[in-house]
């Protein structure tokens, strides 16, 4: 089948009348509809002394639905209210309306449909030790080991089950358990006795999470939104039944059907499931590539002319509250289809990054679970905005969050599984980070060459990963540059590639 997505903007405007109202609307050509204003096509909103003067304010929102309830929202506001908006004081608006404003305040809390309602486990279950709750994590690779290097700072005891007793997870833990992470009873088992469970990568047994979920265990995310994502096709289908932009794709079933779509290249064929780090995606150019192609349940993906690749990190808590890291404008190797470096924040226009955040609080909003979500996005060449795809956990693409906001993605998620309020997102300072991977022609015990002469740079900190075997492009570990000015992010980030190699002895 044939899927797409038309793309529409709508504008919620003000405009200062001249008896010092405000009149408040909604369309999609905001240049025509001021200029019928003027002109006497609304003379039923006026009167001889109430006129229309100025075109004082207004946001750009992509779905129809916000868009009329935000107009809905405004119409609702006191004058004073009204003003503050206009004039930018989000402070003053706050105090007035007890309300959580988003995408920098500039859209209304789109979470108040969020279903948070989860069975609580009485306080005679808790597994409590020195009154620490007891968190779970599925999965003991780098994710894990930041993780756990954040819950640190928290009265919490922490468990991991990974396959590997040696991950680099296994020895920051306070209790592991070797366990294959996509068996029913190893999963169920693990996290019976404990008060949360969170991931670390999608291939996990969602069938034991929501067991545990109906037995009380809390599951960040939920195991319906981790459903969703998991598998390509599913997600795909999720963004169109929820007026999601997108690209346009098509589901195959087997290799074979791809003959039937030849028109439809150049296009990106992705496995529904077991695709990570790069792999199950192949780019199918021409009808040349077809024998590239997956004999399995996929997503053909028609190819955008991508100008940017954004990716938004979300943090959702059980009640809904939700809080937006700046955006970051990623630079991927083509090669191996991995990260290569990145830059926060994006430096895109203010009306594209609305439209950016708005579109990733729609993604979180119709998932309906608390957690860590990172959206990734194209922008298009006229700045229309589409998802790719959304991971549920903490992501490669928040890794420069430890040094450079006030709160980093994996405290974030510690805030959101313990209950503790939402921290800042707010930058430090600007930042790159780059992935070390393995280099080519090269397999064995990891050996890092370059390090002593990148950590003379000022502000550069270094992630490694604790992996012993090395292999090419695999990740070992990641570097993070904070600076004013992105030029210098740039340089030292070109720096760093050149300079520092994961090979082995």
Known sequence: MFYTTPQTLYYVYIILCSD???YIGLTDDLIRRFDDHLHGKFETCYTFKRRPLILQYYETIPFLKDAVEREKQMKGWSRVKKKALIEGNFHKLQL??????????????????????RPQKSSSTLRLRSGQLSVGILGGGQLGRMLLQAA????????VMENDENCPAAHLCHHFTKGDITNFDDVYNFGKNL?????????????????????????????????????????????????????????????????EHTGFLPAAHKLATGG?????????????????????????????????????????????????????????????????????PADIAEKVLWKVEAVALKVVKELKSPGIFAVELFIDMDDNVFVNETAPRVHN?????????????????WRVM??????????????????????????????????HEILQIENVFVHIYGKKQTKPGRKMGHITILSKEKQELIHQANRIKQTVRVVSK
Do not use: W
């Open 20 to 22: 010092d109202s405000y």
């Open 96 to 117: 007035l309306s007890q309300c959580n404003n988003l995408s920098h305040h500039k859209y209304k809390d789109l979470e108040q449909g969020l279903d948070s309602a």
């Open 152 to 159: 640190a700072d928290y009265p919490v005891e922490t468990f």
């Open 195 to 259: 008060d949360a469970l969170t991931i670390e990568i999608e291939a996990v047994n969602e069938d034991a999470l929501e067991k545990l979920e109906t037995e009380g265990v809390r599951i960040y995310p939920k195991p319906s939104a981790l459903r969703t994502i998991k598998n390509k096709i599913l997600q795909k289908q999720f963004y169109k039944d929820n007026e999601i932009p997108t690209s346009e794709f098509i589901i195959t079933q087997t290799k074979t059907d791809l003959n």
């Open 276 to 344: 990570y780090d790069g792999r199950g995606v192949e780019l199918l150019k021409t009808k040349d590539d077809l024998n590239k192609a997956f004999d399995a349940p996929a997503v053909l993906e028609k190819l955008i002319s991508i100008k940017k690749e954004i990716a938004v990190i979300i943090a959702v808590a059980d009640n809904g509250e939700n809080a937006l890291y700046p955006s970051v404008d990623m630079v991927f190797d083509n090669r191996l289809n991995l990260l290569d470096y990145q830059i926060s």
């Open 397 to 413: 693409s928040g890794h420069h969050t430890i040094e450079a906001n006030y709160s980093s993605q994996f405290d974030m998620l």
């Open 418 to 451: 313990l209950g503790y309020p939402l921290g800042s997102t707010e930058h430090i300072l600007p930042a790159a980070i780059v992935n070390l991977l393995g280099a080519e022609g090269y397999n064995g015990e990891a050996l890092y060459e370059g390090l």
